[in-house]
C-alpha cells in the first residue's frame, strides 16, 4: 500500500510542511507510517492519521533541535538510499513490510553503508513519532485527538 | 515586595526549594530582611498546564545539556559524560513544585546507622548528631504549616508522633483494595500514603481536584503543597523578603576575617551583581550546593569555601531504587475497578520491608515500598511498554501491546525508597576544564550503588512483586534493580559535632564559618528509607528556630 499524504479535509488541511524538502517529506511520511502503521491493528489510527509529520516537521524547526538537522536530512537520505541498494525501490513509495524490514535492520544496527549511525537514528525518530501520534494536538499531531480516542484516555490540557 | 539588592540584608538564601524556603519563611516572620536567590524562573499557576510534552519532555524544570551540564560517571560506564542527570527543578519552589508529594518520616534507626550496623567495607555511613525526638516537632510543624493529608496509626510501623495529621488522607482509587487484598493474604500492612497534598480547604488554598497530573506537573489549584504556594507568598506579605528569580549565584565571597559577606550572582542578562547579607544559607540541592561552596575558592579557602576538611562534596547519596508492576486481568477485578477512574491516586504504602528478616543480623535494611498507579503520560506509556520487550517494541506489535494496556488489563506499579549507604564511589567535584553557557565550573557526580543496598533491592522486588502476586496478577515485571532515584540527594555537607569528620555542625551551621549554613539534603550522613523531602523541610524549621534565635540575640556572626 502506497503512503500518501493524510487526508486533507476541506476545512481542515494539513498544514504547509517547513523543515522537510517535498521529497524528504516522502521518505519522512513513509518512515513514521512504517513506526506506528494506521489500521493495524483494523481500525486503528497511525502516524498518517495522527499527522506525525506535521508534529515532527514543527519540532524540528524549534531552536533547540536545530542541532539535529543534519542527522535527521542524513538519516532519511540513508533510508533512501540503501533502500533502492537492497531492494531496489524507493523508500518513500515500497510497501510497508520492506520498509519495517529495513527499519529492523536500522533498530539493531545491522546496517552497512548509513552516514548516520542507524540504532540511534532509528531511536531518535521512533522518539519522535510516538511525541507526535500521543501528543497534545496544539503541537502538529495526534490530530483531533484520534490516538487518545483510541486509547480511551481522556487527557485535559486547560 | 521589597528590593534589597542595593543594601546588605540580614540572610541571603541561594535556593527557594524544600531547603531554603522555610528558611525564608521563619525568618522573614521573625523579622529578619532576606532575599532568596533563585536560578530559575518565578513560574505561576497559569504556567502548569497538563501538557506532557511542553512539561515533561522539554525543559521546563531543568536546564540543557548544552547550558549547564552535569557531568556524571557510573559504573556502567567508567567516562564522565554531560547529562541532565542531578537536576531536582531549577525554578522558585525548587523540586517541591513537581514532586509526587509522598511525605513519610524518618524513623528513629535512622539516626544512628553507625552504631547499628557498625563498618561496612566500602561505605561511609555515620550516626547523625542528632535523633528524632529532636526532629519530630518539625516534622508536626511542616505537615501543620504546609498540610499533609494522611492517618496517624494506620502504619504499625511508623515513627512515634503525638498527633493525628491536619487533613485526611485523600481519595483513592478503588485498585487500592488489590493490594490491601495482597497484603491480607501475606500478613502484611498496607497504610494509606501521607501526601503534601489538601485533601480539604486549608489556610486559604483549594483541595485537590483529582486532575491525575500530579507527579512531575505543577499544580494549577495550589492543592499540592509545595513551598512555592505554602510558604513563600506568606514569606512575601511579611514585607522583609525579597525572592529574586533568575538569579544564578555562583560565588559566597568572604572576609579576610573567615566571615562570608554576601553572594555573587549572575542575574537574566548575564551581568554579575553582589547581594551582601551578613548571614548566608546555601540550599542549592545536595550536588549544587556542594558545586558553589567548591567554586568559592579563596585564599583561606584554597579547596572551597568551609572545606578544611576535604569533605565537601563527599558522602553524596541518594535513594536507592527498586520498581515493579504487575498487570490484572479486567476479569479479576470486581466491578468497581475496572472503568478507569475519577480518582488515580491508589494512596498505598507498606513498610514491613524497612528492614528485611533475610538479613536478620546483617545489614537489613530495606525501605518504603509505594504502591501506585502508573503515570497518566501517554507518550511515557508507549515508551515504558517499548522497553519491556528486548529490542524495543514498534510497529503493530507496540500498537497492540498498548491497546491491551488501556483495555484489557489494568497495571499496578511500586516504587520503593531504599537506603543508599555513602560511600567512596560516590561524590562530586567540579571540572574547572568543564564550564556551563556563563562561565562556571560544573558539577562533576560520580555515583555506585553499594553492593549491600544492590542486594536488598533484589530481595524487595520479590517482596513488593508478591504483594500483587497475592493480591491476583497473572503477569509481573521488574523493571529496575539497584537503581538511583537522583531527585533525592543528600550528604555533601554533612553534619556532625567533630569538624575532622564533618562539614556542619550540629545546627547546619559550618564549622569554620561561623555566618554560613547550608540547609538542603547536604546535611544528612545517611539517607534513610523514605523520601527526604519532609525531613529536609522539617530541619529547615529546626535550623531556622536556632538562627532566628541568633540573629535576635545579635550572635549570628560570632564563633
Not at chain 1, 84 to 107: S, Y
Not at chain 2, 383 to 396: F, M, N, T, Y
Not at chain 2, 466 to 482: I, Q, W, Y
Not at chain 2, 484 to 497: E, N, P, S
Request: glycine share 8%.
Amino acid at each position: 500500500m502506497d503512503p500518501s499524504p493524510s487526508p486533507s479535509h476541506a476545512d481542515d488541511p494539513e498544514p504547509r510542511l517547513e523543515f522537510f524538502g517535498a521529497t524528504e517529506a516522502d521518505t519522512a511520511r513513509a518512515l513514521f507510517s512504517a513506526l506506528i502503521p494506521d489500521d493495524d491493528p483494523p481500525g486503528s489510527p497511525g502516524a498518517t492519521t495522527a499527522r506525525v509529520v506535521v508534529y515532527v516537521d514543527r519540532t524540528l524547526r524549534e531552536p533547540s533541535f536545530r542541532r539535529f538537522h543534519r542527522f535527521v536530512r542524513d538519516g532519511l537520505a540513508d533510508l533512501e538510499r540503501l533502500m533502492v541498494r537492497d531492494h531496489r525501490v524507493q523508500f518513500a513509495h515500497a510497501p510497508l513490510a520492506p520498509r519495517q524490514v529495513m527499519l529492523k535492520k536500522f533498530q539493531l544496527g545491522q546496517v552497512q553503508g548509513a552516514r548516520v549511525p542507524a540504532a540511534t537514528f532509528f531511536n531518535v525518530m521512533h522518539g519522535l513519532a510516538l511525541e507526535g501520534f500521543w501528543g497534545a494536538p496544539s503541537h502538529g499531531g495526534n490530530h483531533d485527538m484520534v490516538a487518545w480516542k483510541w486509547a480511551g484516555i481522556e487527557v485535559t490540557c486547560h | 515586595m521589597p528590593d534589597f539588592s542595593d543594601r546588605e540584608v540580614d540572610v541571603c538564601i541561594v535556593g527557594s526549594g524544600a531547603g531554603g524556603s522555610p528558611l525564608a519563611f521563619e525568618l522573614a516572620k521573625a523579622g529578619a530582611t532576606v532575599v532568596v536567590l533563585e536560578k530559575g524562573p518565578w513560574y505561576t499557576r497559569e504556567d502548569f498546564v497538563h501538557d506532557e510534552i511542553s512539561v515533561v519532555r522539554r525543559n521546563m524544570w531543568v536546564p540543557t545539556v548544552q547550558e549547564e551540564p552535569h557531568l556524571v560517571k557510573t559504573a556502567q560506564d567508567p567516562r564522565a559524560r554531560p547529562s541532565q542527570l542531578g537536576w531536582i527543578a531549577s525554578c522558585v519552589g525548587g523540586g517541591t513544585v513537581h514532586m509526587g508529594a509522598f511525605f513519610y518520616r524518618l524513623h528513629p534507626e535512622d539516626f544512628a546507622m553507625r552504631t547499628r550496623y557498625g563498618a561496612i567495607a566500602g561505605a561511609t555511613h555515620a550516626d547523625w548528631p542528632i535523633r528524632y525526638e529532636d526532629l519530630a516537632p518539625f516534622y508536626d510543624k511542616v505537615e501543620e504549616e504546609i498540610g499533609v493529608s494522611g492517618r496517624a496509626q494506620g502504619n504499625p510501623f511508623e515513627p512515634p508522633r503525638t498527633r493525628d495529621y491536619p487533613l485526611p488522607p485523600l481519595e483513592e482509587n478503588p485498585l487500592a483494595h488489590v493490594i490491601d487484598r495482597g497484603a491480607r493474604a501475606l500478613g502484611l500492612h498496607a497504610f494509606p500514603t501521607p501526601r503534601a497534598i489538601l485533601s480539604r480547604p486549608y489556610k486559604g488554598r483549594a483541595p485537590c481536584t483529582y486532575c491525575n497530573f500530579c507527579g512531575s506537573y505543577g499544580c494549577e489549584v495550589d492543592a499540592k503543597s509545595s513551598t512555592l504556594a505554602a510558604l513563600l507568598p506568606r514569606a512575601v506579605e511579611t514585607e522583609k523578603c525579597e525572592i529574586r528569580p533568575k538569579s544564578m549565584a555562583f560565588e559566597v565571597v568572604t572576609s579576610d576575617a573567615g566571615l562570608v559577606t554576601g553572594v555573587r550572582y549572575y542575574d537574566e542578562h548575564r551581568t554579575a551583581k553582589l547581594q551582601r547579607a551578613r548571614v548566608v544559607c546555601v540550599s542549592a540541592t545536595a550536588i549544587e550546593s556542594a558545586r558553589l561552596l567548591l567554586n568559592s575558592k579563596s585564599s583561606r579557602f584554597p579547596n572551597g569555601l568551609a572545606n578544611g576538611s576535604g569533605l565537601v562534596g563527599k558522602n553524596l547519596s541518594f535513594s536507592t531504587l527498586t520498581q515493579g508492576s504487575a498487570e490484572f486481568e479486567l476479569a479479576q477485578l470486581d466491578a468497581p475497578q475496572r472503568p478507569h477512574h475519577r480518582v488515580h491516586f491508589l494512596q498505598r504504602s507498606m513498610q514491613d520491608f524497612y528492614h528485611l528478616s533475610d538479613r536478620v543480623g546483617g545489614y537489613d535494611k530495606g525501605g518504603t515500598v509505594n504502591f501506585l498507579l502508573p503515570h497518566r503520560n501517554p507518550i511515557f506509556t508507549a515508551e515504558r511498554i517499548s522497553q519491556r520487550a528486548r529490542p524495543p517494541l514498534w510497529g503493530a506489535p507496540l500498537k497492540s501491546a498498548l491497546h491491551r494496556y488501556y483495555h484489557e488489563v489494568r497495571e499496578l506499579e511500586f516504587e520503593v525508597f531504599g537506603e543508599f549507604l555513602p560511600n567512596e564511589r560516590t561524590h562530586v567535584k567540579v571540572d574547572d576544564s568543564v564550564r556551563d553557557a556563563r562561565g562556571i565550573p560544573v558539577a562533576s557526580i560520580e555515583v555506585d550503588v553499594h553492593p549491600e543496598d544492590a542486594r536488598n533491592s533484589s530481595i524487595l522486588m520479590e517482596r513488593a512483586l508478591a504483594v500483587l502476586t497475592a493480591a491476583g496478577a497473572h503477569k509481573t515485571h521488574r523493571d529496575t534493580v539497584a537503581g538511583i532515584t537522583w531527585v533525592l540527594q543528600h550528604g555533601t555537607c554533612r553534619f556532625g559535632t567533630d569538624p575532622a569528620t564533618s562539614v556542619l555542625d550540629p545546627f547546619c551551621r559550618a564549622h569554620e564559618v561561623p555566618n554560613l549554613y547550608v540547609v538542603d539534603g547536604s546535611f544528612m550522613p545517611t539517607s534513610g528509607g523514605v523520601p527526604t523531602t519532609l525531613t529536609i523541610m522539617a530541619n529547615s524549621f529546626r535550623v531556622a528556630a536556632h538562627l532566628a534565635e541568633r540573629l535576635r540575640a545579635g550572635t549570628a556572626t560570632a564563633p
